[in-house]
């Protein structure tokens, strides 16, 4: 069975302070894996894709890297508006559409 | 940016009632999924939905539920005979699933809250 699981699960930091998070997964045969930001009472919001190990992607203080058995997001220099929860979710092969997400890292950035 | 779009935002209603719940995926995307998020939970697979029927469903997905795509641009949740646990965040969600971008994107959500 397809899972994700994510840590730490809730994580403060100082504006500035860099960190990681981090999302193990267990899949059979990736077909992508997702980064997603959620705002309170908001829909996800796409981030990234990444398909295959050592594949990495960046969008402003935002990196995700990938291994075959776990992704790591990246935050560098960050801001209190990077405030959210990040949702890290997977699409396997034995699946023909759903994704799977998990649980979410609550991140807050003091200032 | 074309954006998924959802009505209502908040929908209130009594155990035992109908609600239909309304999206607009992206003009030009051709898959549509339905996912809920109950308060502190993780977000979940109810339905996908392509070329006017559905492809794969979770165990959720039972009798109560059924998807609809009425026009060109809506894509219905119906939920026939709502109880307590239903309450809960739906989202509807949208891609073009080709195999360089398998990417969904999200609607805002309705707040179902039954009592």
């Known amino acids: 069975e397809d899972q994700v699981t994510q840590s730490p699960e809730a994580l403060r930091l100082q504006e500035g302070e860099s960190s990681s998070l981090n999302c193990s997964y267990t899949?059979?045969?990736?077909?992508?894996l997702f980064w997603y930001r959620q705002d309170p009472g908001k829909g996800p919001e796409f981030l990234f894709t990444l398909y295959s190990a050592g594949e990495e992607k960046e969008k402003e203080r935002l990196k995700a890297t990938l291994t075959k058995k776990e992704s790591f997001l990246h935050i560098t220099a960050p801001k209190p508006e990077d405030s959210a929860t990040y949702l890290c979710a997977v699409q396997g092969n034995s699946s023909a559409s759903k994704i799977i997400f998990g649980s979410g890292t609550r991140l807050s950035i003091r200032p | 940016e074309p954006e998924v779009t959802q009505t209502p935002s908040h929908q209130v209603t009594q155990m035992g009632q109908e609600v239909i719940l309304r999206c607009v995926p992206i003009?030009?995307?051709?898959?549509f999924y339905w996912y809920r998020q109950i308060l502190g939970q993780k977000v979940e697979f109810l339905v996908s939905?392509?070329?006017?029927?559905?492809?794969?469903k979770s165990e959720i997905f039972d009798d109560q539920f059924s998807v609809e795509r009425p026009d060109g641009s809506n894509f219905t949740l119906k939920i026939r005979s709502t109880k307590l646990e239903d309450s809960a965040m739906y989202f509807c969600?949208?891609?073009?699933?080709?195999?360089?971008?398998?990417?969904?994107?999200f609607g805002p959500g309705t707040r179902l809250t039954v009592t």
């Open positions: 003009s030009n995307h051709l898959y």
């Open positions: 899949v059979s045969g990736l077909r992508g």
């Open positions: 969600a949208s891609g073009v699933r080709v195999p360089s971008s398998y990417e969904q994107y």
């Open positions: 939905f392509y070329n006017n029927e559905i492809s794969e």
